[in-house]
């Protein structure tokens, strides 16, 4: 089974700030790489699939990229609304392996 | 607009068994896959396995083989995740997410089931 692994674990960070999360698969996936954004107590939300294609109305702050089996999910200017937990998910193949969630907060 | 509205809360004793349904709307509930996740309280997401509302077929997660069962009704748009033998550790919030089309292609689970809290206690 495809592993993922994504770092840092949790990440506190001011508003404005540039904030980077990255995601490793055990094994080449492709660009089979979605995240996704969970805020406290909601459903996951689809934000970028394909490693890199937005989905539809999601901030364009929010941009993917990687190949392989390294991806970097980037907030160009982190805001008060971002506050969640960003999840990695390879949907390659089965197993749909999530990576273990990245908290994100306001300093 | 695609709707996938799950079942209400449930409480269990230890050793029962669960299930949870899931309704399709919006669009043609066999012409994609439904992914069913897990979340324990507290803790990062689970994939359990998916369901082919076409052909009925089933692949699961290791960590569930044996003991989940996914089965799905077309003629009410429903698919369903019976899990068996519940302890603690099955408390969670299941949820039932859209996948890739059965016609081909990959893609990532774009619409979600608003979530089934399960609780098992004695």
């Known amino acids: 089974d495809i592993q993922m692994t994504q770092s840092p674990s949790s990440l506190s960070a001011s508003v404005g700030d540039r904030v980077t999360i990255t995601c490793r698969a055990s094994q080449g996936i492709s660009n089979y790489l979605a995240w996704y954004q969970q805020k406290p107590g909601k459903v996951p939300k689809l934000l970028i699939y394909s490693a890199s294609t937005l989905q539809s109305g999601v901030p364009s702050r929010f941009s993917g990229s990687g190949s392989g089996t390294d991806f970097t999910l980037t907030i160009s200017s982190l805001q008060p609304e971002d506050v969640a937990t960003y999840y990695c998910?390879?949907?390659?193949?089965?197993?749909?392996?999530f990576g273990q969630g990245t908290k994100v907060e306001i300093k | 607009q695609v709707q996938l509205v799950q079942s209400g809360a449930e409480v269990k004793e230890p050793g029962a068994s669960v299930r949870v349904s899931c309704k399709a709307s919006?669009?043609?509930?066999?012409?994609?896959?439904i992914h069913w996740v897990r979340q324990a309280p507290g803790q990062g997401l689970e994939w359990m396995g998916w369901?082919?509302?076409?052909?009925?077929?089933?692949k699961y997660a290791q960590n569930f083989q044996g003991r989940v069962t996914m089965t799905r009704v077309t003629s009410i748009n429903t698919a369903y995740m019976e899990m068996s033998r519940l302890t603690s550790d099955d408390t969670a919030v299941y949820y039932c997410?859209?996948?890739?089309?059965?016609?081909?292609?990959?893609?990532?689970?774009?619409?979600w089931g608003q979530g089934t809290l399960v609780t098992v206690s004695s």
């Open positions: 919006g669009y043609t509930f066999t012409d994609y896959f």
């Open positions: 998910q390879n949907y390659d193949s089965a197993p749909r392996t």
């Open positions: 997410a859209r996948g890739s089309a059965v016609s081909g292609g990959k893609n990532p689970s774009d619409y």
């Open positions: 369901i082919n509302p076409k052909s009925g077929g089933t």
